[in-house]
């Protein structure tokens, strides 16, 4: 991790690092995986099946199905994920705005520390 001493001898300015990096900080990755996914299926009315089917794809490995709904719950509870009721037994996902925020700047982070991080050895 690349430590900024403010007080340094150069001329040169500390690189901008983007606005709020940390809005996902509490969430685990799985949950921040659900919430790309949830995003990518933005139009569909994802139901948990099709999440999980996706999940899986992505992970190559079967997602135990608790696992999947408990973390659903928690970003609904976190106001991340909408869930609207089609039937008495399905549930349809949707992220929120607030998910979409913060998904952006989480990405927006990622890539500043890929690509526009200057390098240590500099």
């Not at 399905?90 to 990622?110: K, P």
Request: proline share 7%.
């Amino acid at each position: 991790m690349l430590v900024y001493d403010t007080a340094n001898d150069t001329d040169e300015p500390a690189p901008d690092l983007p606005d709020e990096p940390q809005p996902l900080a509490t969430l685990t990755g799985f949950q921040r995986d659900v919430l790309f996914v949830v995003v990518s299926l933005d139009g569909t009315n994802p139901n948990g099946v099709e999440i999980k089917r996706e999940l899986r794809a992505a992970y190559d490995e079967e997602i135990n199905h608790g696992r999947l709904y408990q973390n659903l719950r928690e970003l609904v509870d976190e106001g991340l994920v909408e869930k609207r009721p089609v039937d008495g037994r399905t549930n349809a996902y949707r992220a929120s705005a607030a998910a979409r925020e913060c998904l952006e700047a989480h990405t927006a982070w990622s890539e500043w520390c890929l690509l526009d991080a200057p390098d240590e050895a500099a």
